[in-house]
């Protein structure tokens, strides 16, 4: 992509200002060195577990936990005619008598229970589903066949669910309800609630009286913060930072967040206190922070007027708000399985507020710029961009890349805020949506979003061509060979009926059974702070929030376009060989010299990505037609399914596990990321790439992700900002974007030493790539890169 000289210097003048060598800016160029955190990160690593998701190292945590579930089994031993809602209120009232507040004397915040937003360790909310699982069977809420079925299609990787027929793990959280009101202010309105509700509404008072007891919970806790506080400060041995944090959480929690904060650094700390409470007491796997420079700007500004807070004073939070973050687990353990450095916890800055200006502040500035000098790889920074984005915000990222900062996942505003519009949703709230987990944006306090579910596309293509009765018959799936096609067309149809027949399938079964995880672990306190819920008097579970997606991924459909591609192209067109001859060689594994033979002619044809109206007309007819096949289809909750395009790391161990396919693949070999073309058959640049993403359906798509790596000798700043405005405006959802060399990267491998701050975005997440296994660092290391 070029750039005339005019552009290109004044590119160099916006950088110089976001650096902070002209104009006003937190920071200067000059400060951009590291700052060491190694007091605070001494003391949280010596808390939080090796493994993200493991338990963490004070023994009092798990043991709190074991003297909850047996309060809770005494009473289900006293009553057993139990429900959810009653084990939900069991948990509630036991938690307060065994709770163990954390606090870390280099650290200002109180929000730590050990659960990590309810992603690791011992949860007590998770007693619910111990308690209650039996339900499936007992109240014949779900057959053992279709457990066996869902776990044989799991298996066979023809599906992903992150929990039994809904996504169990993954929620929104209401950052922005209770930065307005705190939980006291949800507390009255569901108080109200209750005395409004009519008396033959069983189920729906018990949803708001196990509430208010939830929430009374969550105040008690706070206090118990606060109590904490003050005991630690007795200690004559205190330093002075200690000191100085502990009178400042004994102060502020004795108030907040049961009461709104008033201050940056009780906005700063509400956003903690919400993943980790919510998820430690109600059982919802948060996987946000939230959105700090738009969400806590006021509470800044105020501050910063007021000479409460200096601007120093500012940064300083601000690092140990991520620093903490980072320590949740040691980031140098190597990466080698499904989830390892995959903590959920992004932050999402930038955008535009809710009016619609573009939101670069001074907040904006200082995150991004205190990530890299506190030497962070998380929080993840989720950032959105528009083709109307500020330069400078541009500049800021693109120069972060180019220090090997690649932490970003760049969200579109262009694309998200037009479907949400286009779904019902008000402006000024689709304007509000925050980035969460790896690529999904949501809306925060109005969406609880249902969408850790992965169809693999590319599968029944599979199962098409290496037949195998047994699992055929295991997971259901009836499939229609392809040996006997006599035109593309045919081919094409056989594969998207083998496909579309399954995926409705797999669809009815989430319907049909989906609901039934509201007899098993409800979240009162969660609904309660999300809108409707409190006027539903249902649980979130239980359709209680109006807006709640039910998203379903089309995994690796790139690799399928390219296999129809490349059997249109030396079946039909070339005429090289026959279709059956075709069929054989991929099964064989391209084996021999005539697979080696019918294996270049596959590369030489077209693919995904080519820029060619052929491929990108391929790949926009499986989009338009999925997406009309399944309009009507409903989920258990009464709402639409939406349909979105990505990937996590199963692009590499599906593909580990997967046969080969008509794209050129061998055995073993990794998938496509995304709309990302593969690697195996990529050959262009960044426009090209981008002009094809640029030419499908969007607005059939709640969510799809790019993962592109550019070349770092051909890249600049102000070329990353010229890329970056191109996608907003003309293309998907999500940009995932590295930066490097391969000769960096075989030098990093030779002597990590060297290299410690070199991160690299792996799919859904970064880590150091010092801290990759061998297996991924080759795997990064052997990606197409654009210039």
Same mark, same amino acid.
């Given at each position: 992509?070029?750039?005339?000289?005019?552009?290109?210097?004044?590119?160099?003048?916006?950088?110089?200002?976001?650096?902070?060598?002209?104009?006003?800016?937190?920071?200067?160029?000059?400060?951009?060195?590291?700052?060491?955190?190694?007091?605070?990160?001494?003391?949280?690593?010596?808390?939080?577990?090796?493994?993200?998701?493991?338990?963490?190292?004070?023994?009092?945590?798990?043991?709190?936990?074991?003297?909850?579930?047996?309060?809770?089994?005494?009473?289900?031993?006293?009553?057993?005619?139990?429900?959810?809602?009653?084990?939900?209120?069991?948990?509630?009232?036991?938690?307060?008598?065994?709770?163990?507040?954390?606090?870390?004397?280099?650290?200002?915040?109180?929000?730590?229970?050990?659960?990590?937003?309810?992603?690791?360790?011992?949860?007590?909310?998770?007693?619910?589903?111990?308690?209650?699982?039996?339900?499936?069977?007992?109240?014949?809420?779900?057959?053992?066949?279709?457990?066996?079925?869902?776990?044989?299609?799991?298996?066979?990787?023809?599906?992903?669910?992150?929990?039994?027929?809904?996504?169990?793990?993954?929620?929104?959280?209401?950052?922005?309800?209770?930065?307005?009101?705190?939980?006291?202010?949800?507390?009255?309105?569901?108080?109200?609630?209750?005395?409004?509700?009519?008396?033959?509404?069983?189920?729906?008072?018990?949803?708001?009286?196990?509430?208010?007891?939830?929430?009374?919970?969550?105040?008690?806790?706070?206090?118990?913060?606060?109590?904490?506080?003050?005991?630690?400060?007795?200690?004559?041995?205190?330093?002075?930072?200690?000191?100085?944090?502990?009178?400042?959480?004994?102060?502020?929690?004795?108030?907040?967040?049961?009461?709104?904060?008033?201050?940056?650094?009780?906005?700063?700390?509400?956003?903690?206190?919400?993943?980790?409470?919510?998820?430690?007491?109600?059982?919802?796997?948060?996987?946000?922070?939230?959105?700090?420079?738009?969400?806590?700007?006021?509470?800044?500004?105020?501050?910063?007027?007021?000479?409460?807070?200096?601007?120093?004073?500012?940064?300083?939070?601000?690092?140990?708000?991520?620093?903490?973050?980072?320590?949740?687990?040691?980031?140098?353990?190597?990466?080698?399985?499904?989830?390892?450095? !995959?903590?959920?916890?992004? #932050?999402?800055?930038?955008?535009?507020? /809710? =009016?619609?200006?573009? +939101?670069?502040? &001074?907040? @904006? %500035?200082?995150?991004?710029?205190?990530?890299?000098?506190?030497?962070?790889?998380?929080?993840?920074?989720?950032?959105?961009?528009?083709?109307?984005?500020?330069?400078?915000?541009?500049?800021?990222?693109?120069?972060?890349?180019?220090?090997?900062?690649?932490?970003?996942?760049?969200?579109?505003?262009?694309?998200?805020?037009?479907?949400?519009?286009?779904?019902?949703?008000?402006?000024?709230?689709?304007?509000?949506?925050?980035?969460?987990?790896?690529?999904?944006?949501?809306?925060?306090?109005?969406?609880?979003?249902?969408?850790?579910?992965?169809?693999?596309?590319?599968?029944?293509?599979?199962?098409?061509?290496?037949?195998?009765?047994?699992?055929?018959?295991?997971?259901?799936?009836?499939?229609?060979?392809?040996?006997?096609?006599?035109?593309? !067309?045919?081919?094409?149809? #056989?594969?998207?009926?083998?496909?579309? /027949? =399954?995926?409705?399938? +797999?669809?009815? &079964?989430? @319907? %049909?059974?989906?609901?039934?995880?509201?007899?098993?672990?409800?979240?009162?306190?969660?609904?309660?702070?999300?809108?409707?819920?409190?006027?539903?008097?249902?649980?979130?579970?239980?359709?209680?929030?109006?807006?709640?997606?039910?998203?379903?991924?089309?995994?690796?459909?790139?690799?399928?376009?390219?296999?129809?591609?490349?059997?249109?192209?030396?079946?039909?067109?070339?005429?090289?060989?026959?279709?059956?001859?075709?069929?054989?060689?991929?099964?064989?594994?391209?084996?021999?010299?005539?697979?080696?033979?019918?294996?270049?002619?596959?590369?030489?044809?077209?693919?995904?990505?080519?820029?060619?109206?052929?491929?990108?007309?391929?790949?926009?007819?499986?989009?338009?037609?999925?997406?009309?096949?399944?309009?009507?289809?409903?989920?258990?909750?009464?709402?639409?399914?939406?349909?979105?395009?990505?990937?996590?790391?199963?692009?590499?161990?599906?593909?580990?596990?997967?046969?080969?396919?008509?794209?050129?693949?061998?055995?073993?070999?990794?998938?496509?990321?995304?709309?990302?073309?593969?690697?195996?058959?990529?050959?262009?640049?960044?426009?090209?790439?981008?002009?094809?993403?640029?030419?499908?359906?969007?607005?059939?798509?709640?969510?799809?992700?790019?993962?592109?790596?550019?070349?770092?000798?051909?890249?600049?700043?102000?070329?990353?900002?010229?890329?970056?405005?191109?996608?907003?405006?003309?293309?998907?959802?999500?940009?995932?974007?590295?930066?490097?060399?391969?000769?960096?990267?075989?030098?990093?491998?030779?002597?990590?030493?060297?290299?410690?701050?070199?991160?690299?975005?792996?799919?859904?997440?970064?880590?150091?790539?010092?801290?990759?296994?061998?297996?991924?660092?080759?795997?990064?290391?052997?990606?197409?890169?654009?210039?």
């Amino acid at each position: 992509m070029s750039l005339s000289r005019r552009t290109f210097l004044k590119g160099s003048l916006l950088t110089a200002t976001a650096t902070g060598v002209v104009g006003q800016s937190l920071l200067n160029a000059a400060t951009l060195e590291k700052i060491d955190y190694s007091a605070l990160r001494k003391q949280l690593r010596e808390y939080y577990p090796d493994e993200c998701h493991g338990r963490v190292k004070d023994k009092r945590q798990g043991d709190s936990v074991k003297n909850i579930e047996n309060t809770v089994r005494a009473w289900v031993k006293a009553n057993p005619n139990y429900d959810a809602l009653d084990i939900r209120r069991e948990i509630y009232k036991a938690i307060p008598e065994n709770f163990v507040p954390y606090l870390f004397s280099e650290s200002p915040f109180y929000f730590e229970a050990g659960v990590n937003g309810g992603w690791a360790g011992d949860i007590p909310a998770k007693i619910a589903e111990k308690m209650c699982g039996q339900f499936y069977k007992r109240k014949n809420l779900v057959p053992d066949e279709a457990f066996q079925l869902l776990r044989n299609r799991t298996k066979e990787k023809f599906i992903l669910c992150c929990g039994p027929f809904v996504d169990k793990m993954h929620h929104v959280p209401p950052m922005r309800t209770i930065i307005k009101k705190g939980f006291g202010g949800v507390y009255d309105e569901v108080k109200k609630a209750l005395q409004e509700c009519p008396k033959n509404d069983y189920l729906g008072r018990k949803e708001l009286e196990t509430a208010l007891v939830g929430l009374e919970t969550i105040h008690k806790i706070q206090l118990i913060f606060a109590e904490e506080a003050k005991k630690r400060l007795k200690d004559s041995n205190l330093s002075q930072i200690g000191r100085k944090n502990f009178e400042r959480i004994a102060d502020s929690a004795q108030r907040c967040p049961w009461e709104a904060p008033k201050t940056f650094y009780e906005g700063l700390n509400t956003l903690w206190f919400v993943r980790e409470i919510l998820g430690y007491a109600d059982g919802t796997w948060i996987y946000a922070l939230g959105r700090p420079d738009w969400l806590l700007k006021d509470l800044y500004e105020t501050d910063i007027a007021s000479g409460r807070l200096t601007k120093t004073e500012a940064l300083d939070l601000i690092a140990r708000f991520m620093v903490v973050a980072d320590c949740h687990h040691d980031g140098m353990i190597p990466v080698k399985g499904y989830a390892d450095h !995959e903590m959920e916890i992004p #932050i999402t800055l930038g955008g535009c507020d /809710k =009016f619609g200006k573009p +939101v670069y502040n &001074e907040l @904006t %500035r200082a995150f991004i710029d205190m990530h890299y000098k506190a030497d962070c790889v998380f929080p993840k920074l989720h950032c959105r961009i528009a083709s109307d984005s500020p330069q400078e915000y541009l500049l800021h990222i693109g120069e972060m890349m180019m220090k090997g900062h690649c932490v970003f996942a760049l969200f579109n505003d262009d694309r998200h805020i037009p479907y949400y519009l286009n779904k019902g949703i008000s402006l000024e709230d689709a304007r509000e949506y925050i980035g969460c987990g790896c690529w999904n944006g949501y809306i925060d306090s109005i969406m609880d979003a249902d969408d850790a579910n992965y169809v693999s596309v590319i599968r029944t293509l599979e199962a098409a061509i290496h037949r195998n009765s047994t699992i055929e018959k295991e997971t259901k799936i009836d499939i229609i060979p392809l040996d006997n096609a006599t035109t593309p !067309e045919e081919v094409r149809n #056989i594969a998207y009926r083998n496909f579309i /027949k =399954f995926f409705r399938s +797999v669809m009815g &079964e989430y @319907t %049909r059974y989906g609901k039934s995880y509201a007899q098993i672990s409800p979240h009162p306190i969660y609904t309660m702070c999300m809108q409707g819920g409190i006027q539903s008097r249902r649980d979130t579970t239980d359709g209680g929030i109006p807006v709640r997606p039910r998203v379903i991924t089309l995994a690796f459909l790139g690799n399928v376009v390219d296999s129809l591609l490349a059997i249109e192209n030396v079946c039909f067109e070339k005429k090289l060989c026959s279709l059956n001859e075709f069929l054989d060689v991929v099964r064989s594994n391209w084996n021999g010299e005539r697979g080696q033979q019918i294996r270049k002619a596959v590369f030489d044809s077209p693919y995904w990505g080519d820029g060619s109206k052929k491929s990108c007309d391929a790949m926009a007819w499986w989009i338009q037609n999925i997406h009309d096949d399944i309009e009507g289809f409903i989920t258990d909750q009464g709402n639409a399914y939406h349909l979105a395009i990505l990937v996590y790391r199963e692009f590499l161990f599906w593909g580990n596990a997967a046969n080969a396919t008509p794209d050129g693949r061998r055995k073993g070999d990794r998938f496509a990321q995304g709309f990302s073309p593969s690697e195996y058959r990529c050959k262009e640049g960044a426009t090209t790439v981008l002009n094809s993403i640029a030419s499908l359906p969007h607005e059939c798509l709640i969510a799809s992700n790019a993962n592109l790596s550019f070349d770092k000798n051909a890249m600049s700043a102000e070329t990353f900002a010229a890329i970056f405005r191109v996608f907003a405006k003309k293309c998907g959802h999500l940009l995932q974007p590295n930066c490097n060399s391969v000769e960096e990267l075989i030098d990093a491998q030779k002597h990590p030493e060297r290299h410690r701050n070199l991160m690299v975005k792996v799919c859904g997440f970064s880590a150091r790539f010092i801290a990759l296994s061998k297996r991924w660092q080759n795997e990064v290391i052997e990606r197409h890169r654009l210039s």
